[in-house]
C-alpha cells in the first residue's frame, strides 16, 4: 500500500505515525494512525518508528507501507534548554521567553540587566543548548547587552548564541561572537525593536531552525533525518502552526493540550478596543504557555495538589469512587470507568489553572487621581473558539463539558477569559500536530482535514467579531464617562464666563507641559535646529548670518541684541566691534 505523506510524531514516550492520501485533491484523506513506545533509551528512535508504522499495517490490515514523502515532529531530544537575559523583565525578557516558547526552546533561566557572578555559574551549570541575548529598544540602551555578551563569551561555551536586541549592537556582536569564539551566531531583528511593540516571529524561527538541527543529536535522529524530506518541527511548534492556520480560517481562538506531563495552551487573539486602551504592558498575538505541573499522569500528584487533598476526596466521594484505589491502578491512559472518572477530575483543574496562568486580568491601581481600572496579560475576551486536542481532551467522554466550564470559572468578572460565546471544537482525529507540520506543503489539504477532524465547515471569511460581555469593563466606561463629563462642564463654565464678559483666553489654551504648551515647544524646537544649521554653517566657513549677523544702519554687522555699546560689550568676536 502506498500513501502520500507519513508523519511521524517522535515524542518523549510514545511515537505515532499517521498516513494522508489525496493530498492534492479536494478531498483529502486521513487514512491511518500508528503508535509504538518511543526508542530514545534504546540508541536509536527507528526502533519505535518502524513499530509505529508496523503497528498501523496491522490496524490497516496490510503487509507493508510505502510513501512519496516523509515529514516529523519531535520532542524526542527533550526540547532545548535555553537561558535568557534581557534588560527589563517586563519588556525585553519577557519578548525573549515569549519568542523562545513554542519553537522548540525550554526556558532553564532568565535574568534582566548585567550579568552577575551567580548567574555566570548558574549559566555554566545548566549547560543550555541556545543563549538569547535581548536588550534596548532600537536606537536605546546599548551597554547592558554588550556587557552581557562579553562575559558570555568569556564562560568559554561553545552554545550557539541568539541576539535579538537593539540593532545597534548587531555588529558589535560580531567581533564578540567572533570565529575565536566558537560559538555561531544569529544577528535577528529586535524582540522589542520599541516601546508597546512586540517582534518575536523572527527570532522564533531561528530558534526553531536551531531545534531541526539540535534534534539531529538525539539517538538515531541522524537516520531519521536521512528518511525525512521535509521539516522536523518541535511537536509544540507544530501545534503552534496548525493553531495560526486555524486562525486564518477562523478568527481569534485558544487550543488546548492537556497531557500526561504538561498543558500546553496555545493562543492566536488579538486584546478588544476597551482592553486596548487599559493594557499597561503589551502581549503577543500568538502565545503558547507551557505548565510543567499540570500533567494528567506524571504530574497528577501535583494537579492534586493545586484541587487540595480534602477537596480532592470529597469530590471522589460525590463521584463514587476510591481516590487511593483508583491511582494506584491508573496507568498513563484510563481504561476503567472509575479512572476515566478520576482523569476528568484532573483534566478540569488542569483546564481552568492553565488558562488562568495564561490570560491576562483587570485590576485597579490607587494614585493621588483616585482610582483608575488596568488590564494586564493576555486578553482571551475576543475568542471566538476553544480547541481541545491531546489525548484527554480528545478521547474523555465529558471534553466538551470540561471546556465549556472555563468562562463560567470567571465569576468575578475581573479575568480576561473567553466568554460563553465561544464555540468548542474537538480534534477528533488527534492530528493537529500532523497538520501543523503538513501545512508547511499543503496548506489546503491541511485546512479541509482540520474541517473533518474538528467535524465543522469553515466560514467563507472570519466571522465578524462579536461585543464582548461588558460585566468587568463597567468601571472602565464609568471613568471614561467621568472624564467626559467634567470636559463638558469645563467648556461650558467657560462660555458662561465668557458671556458675563470676562477673558477666559488663558484658561482655552492648551495644557502646558513644562512650563510651556505644546505649540510653545514646537517653536522653540525649530528654532534650536535653525540655530544649528547656522552654527554648523559657520564653522564650515559661511561666516555670521541669521539672528547672528542682523544689518546694522551703515550697513555692517552686529548681533542680534547689539546695545551698539562697544566699550562695555564682552562680546569679543563681533564682527563691527570698536576697541
Not at 126 to 148: F, Q, S
Not at 274 to 282: E, G, Q, V, Y
Not at 364 to 392: H, N
Request: with cysteine; hydrophobic share 40%.
Amino acid at each position: 500500500m502506498k500513501v502520500d505523506v507519513l508523519v511521524a510524531e517522535i515524542g518523549s514516550t510514545t511515537t505515532v505515525v499517521n498516513a494522508f492520501k489525496d493530498l492534492n485533491t479536494d478531498n483529502p484523506i486521513f487514512w491511518a494512525q500508528g503508535q509504538a513506545p518511543t526508542s530514545v533509551l534504546d540508541g536509536d528512535v527507528r526502533i519505535g518508528l518502524q513499530g509505529a508504522v508496523d503497528d498501523l499495517c496491522k490496524k490497516m490490515n496490510i503487509d507493508s507501507l510505502e510513501y512519496d514523502e516523509m515529514l516529523a515532529t519531535s520532542s524526542a531530544a527533550g526540547g532545548l534548554k535555553m537561558t535568557v537575559h534581557g534588560l527589563v523583565y517586563d519588556m525585553t525578557a519577557k519578548a525573549a521567553k515569549e519568542a523562545a516558547l513554542g519553537a522548540g526552546g525550554i526556558i532553564h533561566y532568565i535574568t534582566a540587566g548585567k550579568l552577575r557572578r551567580t548567574d555566570l555559574a548558574k549559566i555554566k551549570e545548566i549547560k543550555p543548548n541556545l543563549i538569547l541575548i535581548a536588550g534596548g529598544v532600537d536606537y536605546g540602551e546599548r551597554d547592558t547587552a554588550l556587557d552581557n555578551a562579553e562575559k558570555i563569551r568569556a564562560l568559554g561555551l561553545n552554545t550557539p548564541i541568539i541576539y535579538a536586541g537593539n540593532i545597534e549592537n548587531q555588529e558589535e556582536m560580531k567581533l564578540i561572537f567572533d570565529e575565536e569564539s566558537g560559538q555561531k551566531l544569529y544577528n535577528v531583528e529586535n524582540v522589542y525593536p520599541k516601546i508597546d511593540d512586540l517582534n518575536v516571529e523572527p527570532c522564533r524561527k531561528v530558534i526553531q531552525d536551531a531545534f531541526e538541527e539540535h534534534i539531529i543529536h538525539a539517538p538515531g535522529m541522524e537516520h531519521v533525518r536521512d528518511m525525512v524530506n521535509g521539516p522536523i518541527i518541535p511537536t509544540p511548534g507544530a501545534v503552534m502552526e496548525c493553531t495560526k492556520l486555524l486562525y486564518d480560517c477562523l478568527g481569534d481562538l485558544i487550543v488546548l493540550d492537556v497531557g500526561g506531563a504538561t498543558t500546553d495552551l496555545h493562543s492566536v487573539a488579538t486584546e478588544s478596543d476597551k482592553i486596548a486602551r487599559i493594557m499597561i504592558a503589551p502581549e503577543p498575538k500568538a502565545k503558547r504557555t507551557v505548565e510543567g505541573d499540570l500533567g494528567v499522569y506524571v504530574n497528577r500528584m501535583k494537579v492534586i495538589e493545586s484541587i487540595g487533598e480534602e477537596q480532592m476526596k470529597k469530590d471522589c466521594e460525590k463521584m463514587g469512587i476510591d481516590l487511593e484505589k483508583t491511582l494506584e491502578s491508573y496507568v498513563a491512559i484510563p481504561k476503567t470507568e472509575d479512572e476515566f472518572k478520576l482523569v476528568e477530575r484532573l483534566t478540569k483543574e488542569a483546564v481552568l489553572k492553565a488558562v488562568e496562568r495564561h490570560a491576562g486580568i483587570i485590576r485597579y491601581i490607587y494614585g493621588p487621581s483616585g482610582r483608575s481600572t488596568v488590564a494586564e496579560g493576555k486578553d482571551l475576551t475576543q475568542v471566538k473558539y476553544i480547541v481541545g486536542t491531546g489525548g484527554a481532551l480528545t478521547r474523555l467522554p465529558h471534553r466538551v463539558e470540561l471546556m465549556e466550564g472555563i468562562a463560567k470559572h470567571n465569576e468575578t468578572g475581573m479575568m480576561l477569559f473567553p466568554t460563553e460565546h465561544a464555540k468548542i471544537l474537538v480534534d477528533n482525529d488527534y492530528i493537529m500536530a500532523s497538520l501543523g507540520v503538513l501545512s508547511k506543503r499543503y496548506r489546503e489539504a491541511a485546512i479541509r482535514l482540520l474541517e473533518k477532524s474538528l467535524d465543522f465547515k469553515f466560514p467563507e471569511k472570519k466571522e465578524q467579531e462579536f461585543t464582548v460581555n461588558a460585566k468587568f469593563m463597567a468601571d472602565v466606561d464609568r471613568e471614561l464617562a467621568e472624564a467626559k463629563a467634567k470636559e463638558e462642564e469645563y467648556r461650558k463654565h467657560i462660555e458662561e464666563c465668557e458671556a458675563m464678559g470676562y477673558d477666559m483666553t488663558a484658561f482655552k489654551e492648551e495644557e502646558t507641559i513644562g512650563g510651556a504648551s505644546a505649540e510653545e515647544l514646537e517653536a522653540a524646537r525649530k528654532a534650536a535646529l535653525a540655530d544649528a544649521d547656522e552654527k554648523a554653517e559657520m564653522r564650515q566657513g559661511g561666516g555670521i548670518k541669521g539672528k547672528w549677523a542682523a544689518q546694522t544702519e551703515n550697513g555692517g554687522q552686529y548681533m542680534g541684541d547689539c546695545t551698539h555699546d562697544c566699550k562695555h560689550c564682552t562680546r569679543r568676536n563681533c564682527p563691527n566691534r570698536v576697541e
